[in-house]
C-alpha cells in the first residue's frame, strides 16, 4: 500500500504537481484504467475470435477422423464413429460424441456414447482385424479431440482468461492428429487396396485440400 500525506498538508506546503496528480489518482481522480480495461477488452475479444477460429479447425478434423473411421472398420457392431448432438434441444450448438455402432432387429443401426476408448475393445471379427490398430488410433485422436473441443468451447463460453492457455493445449494436439491423419490414410487405404479392395477417389483424395503439416 502506498503512504499518504495529509492533503491538506500537501496544498499548503505547495508540493510538486507530479505529487499533486498522485495524490488525485488515488482519490480516484483522472484514472488511466479505462485505457488499461478497454487493452483487455480487446486483446479478449481477439482472443475469442481465436478460440471461434480453432473451434472450427477442430470441428473439420473431428470430422476427417470419422470418415477414416468409416474406411478402417467394416460394418459391424461396436463400429467406432462421431456424431454430433444436442441434448433434447437445449444446446445452442451441436456437441461431438465418439460412439459405438450397434444393430436393431428391424435392420436399422443405433449409436452409443463410449465414455472411453480401449485397445481390447475394438472390434478384430472378420475384416475388422485388418485396420484394427489404426482404427484405435483414430479413435483415440478422436476421444482427445472431443475432450479439447468441449474444453475450448466452455472456456469461449465463459469468457474467461484460459484461452491462451486452452489455445495451447490443442496446438500439439492438431499436430498429432494430423500426423495421425496422414499416417493411417496411408496405411489403411495401402491395405484394402492390397487386399483387393476398391478404393474410391474421394477417399483417395480425402485429405487433399487440407493444412495438415
Same mark, same amino acid.
Given at each position: 500500500?502506498?503512504?499518504?500525506?495529509?492533503?491538506?498538508?500537501?496544498?499548503?506546503?505547495?508540493?510538486?504537481?507530479?505529487?499533486?496528480?498522485?495524490?488525485?489518482?488515488?482519490?480516484?481522480?483522472?484514472?488511466?484504467?479505462?485505457?488499461?480495461?478497454?487493452?483487455?477488452?480487446?486483446?479478449?475479444? @481477439?482472443?475469442?475470435?481465436?478460440?471461434?477460429?480453432?473451434?472450427?479447425?477442430?470441428?473439420?478434423?473431428?470430422? #476427417?477422423? %470419422? @470418415?477414416? #473411421?468409416?474406411?478402417?472398420?467394416?460394418?459391424?457392431?461396436?463400429?467406432?464413429?462421431?456424431?454430433?448432438?444436442?441434448?433434447?434441444?437445449?444446446?445452442?450448438?451441436?456437441?461431438?460424441? !465418439?460412439?459405438?455402432? $450397434?444393430?436393431?432387429?428391424?435392420?436399422?443401426?443405433?449409436?452409443?456414447?463410449?465414455?472411453?476408448?480401449?485397445?481390447?475393445?475394438?472390434?478384430?471379427?472378420? &475384416?475388422?482385424?485388418?485396420?484394427?490398430?489404426?482404427?484405435?488410433?483414430?479413435?483415440?485422436?478422436?476421444?482427445? !479431440?472431443?475432450?479439447?473441443?468441449?474444453?475450448?468451447?466452455?472456456?469461449?463460453?465463459?469468457?474467461?482468461?484460459?484461452?491462451?492457455?486452452? $489455445?495451447?493445449?490443442? %496446438?500439439?494436439?492438431?499436430?498429432?492428429?494430423?500426423? &495421425? !491423419?496422414?499416417?493411417?490414410?496411408?496405411?489403411? &487405404?495401402?491395405?484394402?487396396?492390397?487386399?483387393?479392395?476398391?478404393?474410391?477417389?474421394?477417399?483417395? &483424395?480425402? !485429405? %487433399?485440400?487440407?493444412?495438415?503439416?
Amino acid at each position: 500500500m502506498e503512504p499518504e500525506l495529509d492533503p491538506e498538508l500537501v496544498e499548503a506546503e505547495g508540493a510538486d504537481p507530479v505529487e499533486v496528480a498522485r495524490r488525485a489518482a488515488m482519490a480516484g481522480e483522472g484514472l488511466a484504467n479505462s485505457a488499461y480495461f478497454l487493452g483487455l477488452a480487446h486483446e479478449a475479444a @481477439r482472443q475469442a475470435l481465436v478460440a471461434a477460429e480453432r473451434l472450427r479447425v477442430l470441428e473439420e478434423r473431428l470430422v #476427417l477422423v %470419422d @470418415r477414416m #473411421l468409416r474406411v478402417s472398420q467394416p460394418p459391424v457392431p461396436g463400429k467406432l464413429g462421431v456424431r454430433w448432438w444436442s441434448r433434447r434441444g437445449h444446446d445452442l450448438y451441436r456437441r461431438p460424441v !465418439l460412439v459405438s455402432w $450397434h444393430p436393431l432387429r428391424n435392420g436399422r443401426w443405433r449409436s452409443r456414447a463410449v465414455a472411453q476408448v480401449r485397445r481390447d475393445r475394438i472390434s478384430r471379427d472378420g &475384416t475388422a482385424a485388418m485396420n484394427a490398430e489404426m482404427t484405435y488410433h483414430l479413435a483415440l485422436a478422436a476421444s482427445r !479431440l472431443i475432450k479439447a473441443y468441449s474444453e475450448l468451447a466452455r472456456d469461449l463460453a465463459k469468457g474467461g482468461r484460459e484461452l491462451n492457455k486452452a $489455445h495451447a493445449r490443442t %496446438d500439439a494436439l492438431l499436430r498429432s492428429t494430423n500426423a &495421425t !491423419l496422414r499416417v493411417s490414410h496411408r496405411s489403411v &487405404t495401402k491395405k484394402l487396396e492390397a487386399a483387393g479392395y476398391e478404393i474410391d477417389r474421394a477417399t483417395m &483424395t480425402l !485429405l %487433399d485440400g487440407h493444412d495438415l503439416a
